[in-house]
């Protein structure tokens, strides 16, 4: 068992310095106690084992809003087995007080910083979230772009289906037009060779009788 007496300085009085003390005792077995001295620093005798006690100082030698330790000083020493526990050693009881306003006043203000903190990370979120419905909006409008184009393009295929629709069935009734001028051209001359046969026959005959050989 080791005995240590030490003094810290800095921010240490009145901002909830000895009950993390006391906190961090507690966490371990160790004795002793923590007071306030009158030159605004703060007295820690504790006794353990070695590595409780080494581990003891690197939790309390620190300096964590509102607490700053800005010097810390420890002597060694033999146990005694004085202590039972580990205790918080009270002031005045106007000194206590004041000094239980000042660390509420402190936690407060922690309160009040991380609610700030924890606002800002919200707007930060909110913003974060408008941007990606930003983007979903651009998205979807550039969807919607694409679709009115893909109709577009899907009209145009129509427009151009129906104007081949429409040449093939110019096509159909040029060629039936076609057929049937033929048709018809063919029946002309037929009928035209046929009567210039009957003529010629008609004025051979009459040549014939006529007594002209032919």
Same mark, same amino acid.
């Given at each position: 068992?080791r005995r240590?007496?030490?003094?810290?300085?800095? $921010?240490?009085?009145?901002?909830?310095?000895? @009950?993390?003390?006391?906190?961090?005792?507690?966490?371990r077995n160790? +004795?002793?106690?923590?007071?306030?001295?009158?030159? =605004?620093?703060?007295e820690?005798?504790?006794?353990?084992?070695?590595?409780? !006690? $080494?581990?003891?100082?690197?939790a309390?030698?620190i300096?964590?809003?509102?607490i700053?330790? /800005? +010097?810390?000083?420890? $002597?060694?020493?033999e146990a005694?087995?004085?202590y039972?526990?580990?205790e918080?050693? =009270?002031?005045?009881?106007? &000194?206590e007080?004041?000094?239980?306003?000042?660390?509420?006043?402190n936690?407060?203000?922690?309160?009040?910083? /991380?609610? %700030?903190?924890m606002?800002?990370?919200?707007?930060?979120?909110?913003?974060?979230q408008?941007?990606?419905? %930003?983007k979903?909006?651009?998205?979807l409008?550039?969807?919607?772009?694409? !679709?009115d184009?893909?109709?577009? +393009?899907?009209?145009?295929?129509h427009?151009m289906?129906?104007?081949?629709?429409?040449?093939l069935? *110019?096509? $159909? @009734?040029? /060629?039936?037009?076609?057929?049937?001028? =033929?048709?018809?051209?063919? /029946?002309?001359? &037929? #009928? @035209?060779?046929?009567?210039?046969?009957? &003529?010629?026959?008609?004025i051979? #005959?009459? *040549?014939?009788?006529?007594g002209?050989?032919?």
């Open positions: 068992m240590f007496v030490a003094t810290a300085r800095g $921010r240490v009085q009145r901002v909830g310095y000895r @009950e993390h003390v006391y906190d961090e005792a507690f966490e160790i +004795s002793g106690y923590v007071k306030n001295l009158k030159n =605004r620093e703060v820690i005798v504790a006794e353990g084992s070695e590595q409780d !006690l $080494r581990d003891f100082i690197n309390i030698n300096i964590q809003r509102p700053a330790v /800005k +010097s810390f000083t420890v $002597r060694w020493e005694t087995g004085e039972a526990d580990f918080i050693i =009270r002031g005045e009881i106007q &000194e007080i004041f000094e239980r306003m000042d660390y509420a006043g936690v407060l203000h922690s309160m009040d910083t /991380k609610f %700030d903190l606002l800002d990370k919200q707007d930060q979120s909110l913003q974060l408008h941007t990606m419905l %930003d979903q909006d651009q998205s409008q550039l969807q919607h772009t694409m !679709l184009k893909q109709d577009q +393009s899907l009209q145009l295929q427009t289906l129906d104007k081949q629709d429409q040449m069935q *110019l096509g $159909r @009734e040029t /060629k039936e037009e076609i057929v049937g001028l =033929r048709s018809d051209t063919k /029946k002309h001359l &037929e #009928d @035209e060779f046929a009567e210039m046969r009957r &003529e010629l026959v008609s051979k #005959d009459a *040549l014939a009788r006529a002209i050989q032919v």
